[in-house]
């Protein structure tokens, strides 16, 4: 079992709310389920949708082909429809006037049940619940529990009104018109997925902020980033978190940094626009030796770019920000479950070797669902780092140690004056301009880089280690690039995938391990110039044969991946 959903209509329609509890019914009945939004930059009208896929499998990725579209204008049908598979099912309002309509395509009166039975026309999301339940010959009692779910503190007369609707319609349907249609999962009881949590990256991201005990967080809201920035503040009264919108990304970098000095773990949010803002900032973290986790949620630029769509445009303008040379840690999440665990890792490495760490998400990353095993968050590492607990006085705050990180103390401790500055200093924080104490400091800064590097973990082979094709990934993309890599292996194709989750500083070990065996090494980036393949060139001497870039604002599907990999003789 492997189903498509698409629900499309204009902004302001209610999409995402049906989305939301079409999803909830597969969670709950067992199913693997993966959704993502497709909309545009606007409040109102325009084209948007959200297509949902389960599966008795794990699923990563969305699909081209669509087995069911919902359509609440008739531009979602035109612009859908090509990609409905053969049998698919189209249910939309009648009033919509389409009137090409082939075996298993729906016309129902889904407004006007949302108004006579429920008193409510945005209950129209309802109605066409109950109607694809009834289609797809599952019970209506799935719906219920979700409406139940989603409304539920809205009110009881909210949940039972929706529920009529769902349960109108689902009789209205069934019978001849379900016929019409080849889906029947009414033996489908029960999925089998455990697996509970429906949750995007950026809510993961938070979560896992909050597991590394986060003590501050400030922002400006930009997209996609924004939406955990939302999440922890809602959170930060019961958690004792501080937070502040700032009136820019300069402050909200600069303020975090404040914070972070004084002892609180601390981070910012931001996309694309925002950090170049922030650049002069990280230069301060650098130099002041100050921990930070900065998240960008990448979106396409230059300038404003397509703010609602997604991109990996982002990498090496991240690695090269500020002027000076210091270390910095970079890490890019491939799913919700790796983002919540690597957030934790990000604040466990920034503490321990005092530099600023960056999450490289993307719109896609950001915004996309898909269900999870339940957390543990009790298994969260407190390492602060190397704290100093009995400090030298004078203390020095830059003390030049084997691993160039420095026994940290705080403002306020006893005893202890704690300077930092964004000039060149000495071991005390003081300015200096000695020539000896300049060197002494950069190499202090720069001897944490090999200890960082043997903190990070190798990159993961997915497939035979020894196969002929590696396609080499890194963050989101990693979904579509694994199913695609699977499809091709079961179809008897010699090809696996290398994926790195920490970016920077960059493990060479394995690479070069697969480098040697892999006859064609094929990068696939959201990208247009292949930036990671760069990366891997100046980090390692090391070229990839094939690259293969997607820049529209569309994420990809294993589908386009498998025709991209036919076009470099991938066969």
Same mark, same amino acid.
């Given at each position: 079992?492997?189903?498509?959903?698409?629900?499309?209509?204009?902004?302001?329609?209610?999409?995402?709310?049906?989305?939301?509890?079409?999803?909830?019914?597969?969670?709950?009945?067992?199913?693997?389920?993966?959704?993502?939004?497709?909309?545009?930059?606007?409040?109102?009208?325009?084209?948007?949708?959200?297509?949902?896929?389960?599966?008795?499998?794990?699923?990563?990725?969305?699909?081209?082909?669509?087995?069911?579209?919902?359509?609440?204008?008739?531009?979602?049908?035109?612009?859908?429809?090509?990609?409905?598979?053969?049998?698919?099912?189209?249910?939309?309002?009648?009033?919509?006037?389409?009137?090409?309509?082939?075996?298993?395509?729906?016309?129902?009166?889904?407004?006007?049940?949302?108004?006579?039975?429920?008193?409510?026309?945005?209950?129209?999301?309802?109605?066409?619940?109950?109607?694809?339940?009834?289609?797809?010959?599952? !019970?209506?009692? =799935?719906?219920?529990?979700?409406?139940?779910?989603?409304?539920?503190?809205?009110?009881?007369?909210?949940?039972?009104?929706?529920?009529?609707?769902?349960?109108?319609?689902?009789?209205?349907?069934?019978?001849?018109?379900?016929?019409?249609?080849?889906?029947?999962?009414?033996?489908?009881?029960?999925?089998?997925?455990?697996?509970? =949590?429906?949750?995007?990256?950026?809510?993961?991201?938070?979560?896992?902020?909050?597991?590394?005990?986060?003590?501050?967080?400030?922002?400006?809201?930009?997209?996609?980033?924004?939406? =955990?920035?939302?999440?922890?503040?809602?959170?930060?009264?019961?958690?004792?978190?501080?937070?502040?919108?700032?009136?820019?990304?300069?402050?909200? &970098?600069?303020?975090?940094?404040?914070?972070?000095?004084?002892?609180?773990?601390?981070?910012?949010?931001?996309?694309?626009?925002?950090?170049?803002?922030?650049?002069?900032?990280?230069?301060?973290?650098?130099?002041?030796?100050?921990?930070?986790?900065?998240?960008?949620?990448?979106?396409?630029?230059?300038?404003?770019? =397509?703010?609602?769509?997604?991109?990996?445009?982002?990498?090496?303008?991240?690695?090269?920000?500020?002027?000076?040379?210091?270390?910095?840690?970079?890490?890019?999440?491939?799913?919700p479950l790796e983002a919540y665990y690597l957030t934790k890792d990000a604040f466990r490495l920034a503490d321990k070797f005092q530099v600023p760490v960056m999450v490289l998400g993307d719109q896609h990353l950001a915004e996309f669902t898909m269900n999870i095993p339940r957390i543990e968050i009790g298994e969260v590492d407190m390492d602060r780092?190397?704290?100093?607990?009995?400090?030298?006085?004078?203390?020095?705050?830059?003390?030049?140690?084997?691993?160039?990180?420095? !026994?940290?103390?705080?403002?306020?401790?006893?005893?202890?004056?704690?300077?930092?500055?964004?000039?060149?200093?000495?071991?005390?924080?003081?300015?200096?301009?000695? !020539?000896?104490?300049?060197?002494?400091?950069?190499?202090?800064?720069?001897?944490?880089? !090999?200890?960082?590097l043997d903190e990070l973990e190798e990159p993961k082979v997915y497939g035979d280690k020894k196969a002929d094709y590696t396609l080499l990934t890194w963050g989101s993309t990693w979904g579509a690039a694994y199913e695609a890599m699977q499809r091709l292996s079961q179809d008897g194709i010699s090809i696996n995938q290398l994926h790195f989750a920490?970016?920077?500083?960059?493990?060479?070990?394995?690479?070069?391990?697969?480098?040697?065996?892999?006859?064609? &090494?094929?990068?696939?980036?959201?990208?247009?110039?292949?930036?990671?393949?760069?990366?891997?060139?100046?980090?390692?001497?090391?070229?990839?044969?094939?690259?293969?870039?997607?820049?529209?604002?569309?994420?990809?599907?294993?589908?386009?991946?498998?025709?991209?990999?036919?076009?470099?003789?991938?066969?």
């Amino acid at each position: 079992m492997d189903l498509s959903f698409n629900i499309g209509g204009a902004a302001g329609q209610g999409i995402n709310t049906i989305g939301d509890l079409v999803a909830q019914v597969f969670v709950k009945n067992g199913l693997y389920t993966f959704t993502i939004k497709d909309y545009m930059s606007r409040v109102r009208g325009g084209y948007n949708f959200t297509q949902i896929r389960v599966s008795d499998e794990h699923v990563h990725a969305p699909v081209h082909g669509v087995d069911v579209i919902i359509a609440l204008t008739k531009d979602a049908i035109i612009n859908q429809r090509d990609r409905l598979v053969e049998g698919g099912v189209i249910i939309f309002d009648e009033s919509l006037g389409f009137e090409e309509c082939e075996r298993c395509h729906l016309p129902l009166p889904l407004e006007e049940t949302a108004e006579e039975v429920g008193g409510n026309v945005r209950m129209m999301n309802a109605a066409a619940l109950g109607a694809l339940l009834s289609v797809l010959k599952m !019970p209506i009692s =799935l719906a219920e529990n979700a409406l139940a779910d989603i409304f539920g503190d809205k009110g009881e007369s909210v949940v039972e009104g929706n529920v009529k609707v769902a349960r109108t319609m689902y009789e209205e349907v069934k019978g001849e018109l379900a016929q019409r249609c080849d889906h029947d999962f009414s033996s489908v009881e029960k999925g089998p997925s455990e697996d509970r =949590l429906l949750v995007t990256g950026n809510q993961a991201i938070a979560l896992g902020a909050m597991a590394a005990n986060l003590k501050w967080i400030s922002a400006y809201p930009m997209s996609p980033s924004t939406s =955990l920035f939302q999440f922890i503040i809602q959170n930060s009264r019961r958690l004792q978190i501080g937070g502040l919108q700032t009136e820019d990304e300069i402050a909200g &970098l600069n303020m975090a940094l404040g914070a972070s000095h004084t002892g609180a773990r601390s981070m910012v949010t931001t996309s694309g626009g925002g950090f170049s803002l922030m650049v002069e900032a990280v230069g301060l973290a650098g130099m002041a030796e100050i921990p930070i986790v900065i998240y960008n949620a990448q979106r396409p630029g230059p300038s404003t770019g =397509l703010p609602t769509r997604t991109e990996q445009g982002d990498l090496l303008f991240m690695l090269h920000s500020s002027q000076g040379e210091f270390p910095r840690i970079m890490i890019a999440p491939k799913d919700p479950l790796e983002a919540y665990y690597l957030t934790k890792d990000a604040f466990r490495l920034a503490d321990k070797f005092q530099v600023p760490v960056m999450v490289l998400g993307d719109q896609h990353l950001a915004e996309f669902t898909m269900n999870i095993p339940r957390i543990e968050i009790g298994e969260v590492d407190m390492d602060r780092g190397k704290l100093a607990e009995k400090p030298d006085k004078p203390y020095k705050r830059f003390k030049v140690t084997d691993d160039g990180v420095s !026994p940290r103390a705080f403002p306020g401790d006893e005893e202890v004056v704690v300077a930092a500055s964004g000039n060149t200093h000495n071991e005390f924080g003081h300015i200096s301009e000695d !020539p000896d104490n300049r060197n002494a400091m950069v190499e202090k800064r720069l001897a944490k880089l !090999p200890w960082i590097l043997d903190e990070l973990e190798e990159p993961k082979v997915y497939g035979d280690k020894k196969a002929d094709y590696t396609l080499l990934t890194w963050g989101s993309t990693w979904g579509a690039a694994y199913e695609a890599m699977q499809r091709l292996s079961q179809d008897g194709i010699s090809i696996n995938q290398l994926h790195f989750a920490y970016l920077y500083p960059l493990k060479t070990e394995t690479l070069k391990e697969i480098w040697e065996k892999a006859k064609k &090494l094929i990068s696939v980036e959201q990208n247009a110039t292949s930036q990671f393949a760069k990366l891997v060139r100046m980090e390692s001497g090391l070229s990839v044969d094939e690259e293969i870039n997607k820049y529209d604002g569309r994420p990809m599907t294993p589908e386009w991946i498998i025709k991209q990999l036919e076009e470099v003789g991938v066969q």
